[in-house]
């Protein structure tokens, strides 16, 4: 994956040496001039910083300013609040300051973590989990210019202590994990990324927060290590950062007797600051003390006691004293006593001022601009944060390969939110990929009620189940629930997945359960849940490593692997685009409705092998009763062509069942000795075979001798008061023939579709129609329905199964196309469809749910030429399988030469711009075309008479699905085409691709093989 970093930006952390030592000649110059005039309580108060708020009362910021004033700190810490106040009170105080003050906050996993309205990216355990490093300097990158978006010049991160007890209360998913090497990588990116935008980095705590289950903020706690194990462990990262140079350490309160035997706190003891730290691990750069109103300090010595012997144990700064008059006030009296002489103090003084000089001035006053939030949540920054959530997936257990998921028709699903009575994120994700059941389940469960359970979900062959009440706290077991474990025993025989949501020990109590697949997304949060549930199916790939261990067989560092297989999901940042250059297909969609174009629509695109962009857009109808939603099913019309036809043939040639070059009477019986018996499947499929275009089996079968008056007329007539559109009136006071349509009920009449009513020898008929329908000679292009209807007849003759079964169990089932099906009123409810028509001619009703087409409509809605139904995303997953070269969730469907042989442009007819069954851009630039002209020569595509656009363009990997029903209530509606909007949305997703500014990502892309 390339991420948009310039190579300039790592630069600036670290400048040429010429530009070093101009930049160090500034410096000096500048603290040097600010040292000589400032009096010793001046350089005293450049030593605390303390704490801020900016959701408290306008009394207590007025205290902060007066004790700014007063005692001229140093700086000042920022907690809670929300950043545009942060914004104003940074500028105040500033103003307020007699020297600029240094900023700072715990941003470890973003100023989100601290502040409403703010951006928190996965905390460090997530992060420890992802292989791909690059992100995490971009994380750091990213956290900082928030930062410095807010006047933060200091960002108390990274947290590089081990995660080696489980039972730590304050440290665990605050950390990168428990490998030494792997935490200092780690940390060193990320404090590369925050000095790339000149924030600070503080690497804490040192020595080594990790191993001890108390709380620094409550106790003392205790590092019983020796030496030579704080050596390899604890103290690894910082020589590892020393050696990078980090410019800041944040020190203790903890107790580590082997580096210092008084039981002194780390953050006040000479020997492991002065002699350990900067002695013998030759640490250079400013020293921050932890918050020294937490109890592992204050129950050593009292306050202003405590802040002198933490300056004297060689730190520089002092953060949040428990009170800064006393502390101000000892640290003033040692200095007049010499206990704190004065070349120590102006020693830290010119440390603190250097680097003001380079994180505090260049960024004094944060901008007042508006756009603060959206500069703070900016789409790429998103795209960040999704991307490190779906990194960090990590795949611990899969038994016989189950995952990602495959044969999906042999699956009967069910989901379990198991801690919750909500359906979750990652329960509405799943169903995005396969018919899934969802069901919440309580965390306590009764003998009976698992028995319950056991029962409920017999019928399903596949429970995945989401651990709601996994939890990081050591203290809470870390969310184990004995009932959880007693119902995974009752449900063994299954395919059992989990997915545990926190750090990966919880997971330790379920692993010998028979569970097949075990992942971890390590956070509870929105994309952590859907990237999890994507992972299931094969839309992401699984490479997260461990970043501490659940056993033996399963330490820090292991992780299973996955591919992308199926579509994922995500944004357009996260592959390189910008959803900013897709918002105006939102506007041509809004106009479409709004000229009465269509009444709603979906927009649907895929690139790369991900959906970036599903939006629905107005409603089913002009009454807007309903509003249009993305699981919408359509009347596909033409469409069926290509997404049922034309894959069955497609199969049937590769398994060398049909020649297309053979005469079509040699496959199916009723051609033989037709004039259409010498014809063959590729002159079908290119409609070069010279048959008619359709026929008009609703006016073949009015009795036009016993009508009064003419069936259309260009002007109104009292018999002629239907308009269907200029110069087109229609009398509806005819009657059907009889033996023909009725309707209403009839004796001897079967029902095709709500409303209407056959005679069935009037099948018969239509269908002698189509075998004795006249040829044109020589065989010319004409885009033929009639074509397609044939391909049918032979498709089921030669597989000796009906269209419509036949699709649903080779392609549709398998490849998750579970709102596909003819025809839609018997397989969906119907509001889950959108109506396509009011004919108020022929049928004389809403026709909804069944198939718009008169010649389907009257061969019983199930034809190969039109009758199927769909929605967007289930038309997606048979486009890209095309686009994979015939690979769909880990299964083969079609080879790929099969795939390249009916994509492709043919050969055979010059003048015809298609492909064997596939519409193809027209070449010739005087001649109209179905696609915009930026559209590639081989991309391939369908629309049908509904207002449905389907089109693959493989060069780009890119899927365009346009769905509407712009034939309701008038079928004679062409604003749709007239004003080009299928094609104008279209060329907008073009020109947004072409203005990439980096390459997409396509190692997780669901791409050719």
């Known amino acids: 994956m390339k991420l948009c970093i310039p190579i300039l930006l790592l630069c600036l952390a670290f400048p040429a040496q010429g530009q070093a030592l101009q930049e160090d000649s500034r410096a000096n110059a500048w603290v040097d001039s600010v040292l000589n005039q400032m009096s010793t309580e001046e350089k005293i108060g450049q030593l605390f ?21 007063r005692y001229g700190l140093g700086g000042i810490i920022f907690f809670q609040g929300e950043p545009a106040h942060q914004v104003e009170l940074t500028r105040r ?29 996965p905390k460090m355990g997530t992060i420890g989990a992802i292989t791909n490093d690059s992100l995490v300097l971009a994380l750091g990158q990213t956290i900082a210019r928030h930062c410095r978006e807010i006047g933060v010049h200091v960002n108390f991160a990274p947290v590089v202590d081990l995660n080696s007890n489980p039972a730590n209360p304050v440290i665990g998913i605050r950390s990168f994990g428990e490998d030494p090497e792997r935490v200092s990588q780690k940390a060193i990116l990320f404090m590369k990324g925050s000095e790339c935008e000149q924030v600070l980095p503080v690497a804490k705590h040192f020595p080594g927060h990790g191993d001890t289950d108390t709380d620094s903020h409550k106790v003392l706690p205790v590092i019983a290590h020796s030496r030579s194990k704080l050596d390899s462990n604890e103290l690894y990262p910082y020589r590892a950062l020393i050696e990078a140079n980090v410019p800041a350490i944040m020190t203790s309160h903890l107790n580590v007797p082997a580096l210092d035997s008084s039981g002194m706190p780390a953050s006040l003891s000479p020997l492991i600051i002065n002699k350990l730290l900067k002695h013998d691990l030759h640490f250079q750069g400013l020293c921050f003390t932890d918050a020294m109103n937490m109890k592992g300090v204050t129950q050593i010595l009292p306050s202003g006691e405590a802040e002198v012997q933490a300056l004297l144990a060689g730190n520089d700064i002092l953060l949040f004293p ?15 006593e010499g ?14 001022l250097y680097c003001k000089y380079r994180y505090a001035l260049p960024n004094l006053y944060p901008s007042t601009e508006s756009g603060l939030w959206s500069r703070l949540n900016s789409p790429e920054d998103i795209a960040l944060k999704r991307r490190l959530y779906r990194e960090a997936i990590t795949l611990v257990k899969n038994e016989k390969e189950l995952l990602p998921l495959k044969r999906l028709d042999t699956l009967r699903i069910a989901s379990l939110n198991f801690g919750s009575g909500k359906t979750n994120a990652f329960q509405t994700m799943l169903q995005h990929y396969a018919e899934v059941r969802n069901f919440t389940v309580n965390r306590q469960l009764t003998p009976e009620e ?3 359970w056991k029962n409920r979900l017999k019928d399903y062959n596949c429970v995945i189940i989401y651990n709601q009440a996994a939890s990081n706290s050591a203290g809470k077991q870390f969310g184990y629930a004995p009932a959880l474990d007693s119902l995974v025993r009752q449900l063994a025989g299954k395919h059992l997945i989990l997915c545990h949501p926190a750090l990966p020990y919880g997971v330790r109590p379920y692993m010998d359960l028979p569970f097949e697949g075990v992942i971890i997304s390590y956070e509870n949060g929105l994309y952590a849940q859907q990237y999890a549930a994507q992972a299931v199916f094969g839309g992401i790939g699984m490479h997260g490593q461990l970043p501490v261990g659940i056993d033996s067989l399963h330490q820090a560092g292991y992780g299973l692997t996955t591919p992308a297989c199926r579509l994922g999901y995500e944004t357009p940042e996260m592959l390189g685009l910008s959803s900013k250059a897709l918002l105006p297909i939102d506007s041509l969609c809004r106009h479409a409705i709004k000229i009465k174009a269509t009444p709603g629509c979906e927009v649907l695109i895929a690139y790369h092998g991900k959906v970036i962009y599903n939006k629905a857009f107005g409603y089913h109808t002009y009454e807007r009763k309903q509003k249009n939603t993305t699981t919408d099913i359509y009347d596909l019309a033409s469409v069926t062509k290509t997404t049922a036809t034309l894959p069955t043939i497609m199969k049937l040639y590769e398994e060398k069942r049909i020649d297309l070059d053979s005469p079509i009477g040699t496959y199916c019986r009723r051609l033989a000795g037709t004039n259409k018996q010498h014809l063959t499947i590729r002159e079908l499929l290119c409609h070069n075979a010279g048959l008619k275009a359709c026929l008009s089996p609703f006016l073949d079968a009015i009795d036009l001798k016993a009508l009064e008056g003419r069936l259309f007329t260009t002007k109104a007539t009292a018999n002629n008061t239907l308009r269907l559109k200029p110069r087109l009136y229609a009398n509806t006071h005819y009657r059907f023939r009889d033996s023909t349509l009725s309707n209403r009920p009839k004796a001897g009449y079967e029902q095709v579709a709500p409303g209407l009513y056959l005679f069935p020898g009037y099948q018969d008929t239509i269908i002698h129609q189509i075998l004795t329908s006249p040829l044109d000679t020589p065989q010319k292009y004409v885009y033929s329905d009639l074509g397609f209807i044939l391909l049918q007849w032979i498709a089921e003759e030669v597989s000796g199964e009906s269209l419509a079964p036949y699709c649903q169990s080779h ?28 004919d108020q001619l022929y049928r004389k009703t809403v026709i909804h749910g069944s198939v718009h087409d008169p010649t389907a409509a009257l061969l019983g809605g199930i034809s190969g030429h039109a009758g199927l139904f769909g929605s967007a995303e289930d038309i997606a997953k048979l486009l890209q399988m095309y686009l994979n070269q015939g690979e769909y969730g880990g299964e083969r469907y079609l080879s790929p030469e099969t795939v390249q042989t009916f994509t492709c442009r043919n050969h055979c007819y010059p003048h015809n711009r298609r492909g064997l069954g596939f519409d193809m851009p027209e070449p010739d630039t005087t001649k109209g075309s ?14 049908g008479f509904t207002g449905i656009l389907t089109w693959s363009d493989p060069d780009n990997q890119l899927i365009y699905i346009f769905m509407s029903n712009r034939t309701y209530p008038n079928e004679h509606n062409t604003k749709l085409t007239r004003e080009n909007i299928r094609t104008q949305i ?10 990439t500014p980096c390459l997409p990502e396509v190692n997780d892309a669901c791409c050719c093989p």
Not at 101 to 112: S, V, W, Y
Not at 322 to 336: F, H, M, W, Y
Not at 930 to 943: A, F, M, Q, R
Request: hydrophobic share 40%.
């Open 49 to 69: 910083m303390v704490a801020a708020y900016s959701n408290q009362t306008k009394e207590q910021e007025d205290a902060l300013e007066a004790q700014i004033r």
């Open 93 to 121: 105080y500033q103003k307020a300051a007699p020297y600029p003050l240094l900023i700072g906050m715990d941003a470890e996993h973003g100023i989100g973590w601290r502040l409403k309205g703010g951006m928190e990216f």
């Open 322 to 336: 428990a009170d800064i008059g006393k502390a101000v006030n000892a640290v003033r009296q040692a200095v007049e």
């Open 339 to 352: 206990i704190v002489t004065d070349s120590l103090l102006t020693e830290k003084c010119r440390k603190i």
């Open 450 to 452: 698992i028995n319950t």
């Open 811 to 838: 392609f549709f089932a398998p490849l998750g196309m579970n709102h596909t099906a003819y025809p839609a009123y018997q397989a969906f409810r119907r509001n889950q469809t959108v109506p396509s028509c009011h």
């Open 930 to 943: 179905p696609v915009c002209d930026l559209c590639p020569l081989n991309s391939y595509g369908h629309s």
């Open 986 to 995: 279209q060329e907008i997703i073009y020109k947004g691709i072409s203005a």
